[in-house]
C-alpha cells in the first residue's frame, strides 16, 4: 500500500538548519504533487511548502519563504525540505502529503523538529 517515511528530525539551534526527507513506496511517486505541513502542540495543521509532480512549480507558507526549500527526486520516490535559519517558532511535527487533483494519496507519520537553544 502507498507509504509515507519523514526522517532528518531532530533538536537544532535558533539560526540551524536540517533537511528533511519524505521517502515514498507503493505509488507511482512521480504522478503526484508532494506537500510538506506542520503542526505545533496546540496549533491546527498548516501547509508549509509544496511542489508539483515533476518538481517544477513550488509554492510557500509566508513564514518560511526565503528559508525553506522543498525540492524532489522522482528517481529516488523522495521529497525533501531544507530548512534553513531555523527559528524557535518552526517548531513542530512535520508531516508530508502525495496528493492528486486533492484527492489524497497517503501522509506520512511525522518527523519531530525542535528548534532552542
Known amino acids: 500500500q502507498a507509504q509515507l517515511v519523514e526522517s532528518g528530525g531532530g533538536l537544532v539551534q535558533p539560526g540551524g538548519s536540517l533537511r528533511l526527507s519524505c521517502a515514498a513506496s507503493g505509488f507511482i511517486f512521480s504522478s503526484y504533487a508532494m506537500y510538506w505541513y506542520r503542526q505545533a502542540p496546540g496549533n491546527e495543521r498548516e501547509l508549509v511548502a509544496s511542489?508539483?509532480?515533476?518538481?517544477?512549480?513550488?509554492n510557500y507558507a509566508d513564514p518560511v519563504k526565503g528559508r525553506f526549500t522543498i525540492s524532489r527526486d522522482n528517481a529516488k520516490n523522495t521529497v525533501y525540505l531544507q530548512m534553513n535559519s531555523l527559528k524557535p517558532e518552526d517548531t513542530a511535527v512535520y508531516y508530508c502529503?502525495?496528493?492528486?487533483?486533492?484527492?489524497?494519496?497517503?501522509w506520512g507519520q511525522g518527523t519531530q523538529v525542535t528548534v532552542s537553544s
Open positions: 511542489v508539483t509532480s515533476g518538481g517544477g512549480i513550488t
Open positions: 502529503k502525495a496528493a492528486n487533483r486533492g484527492n489524497v494519496r497517503a
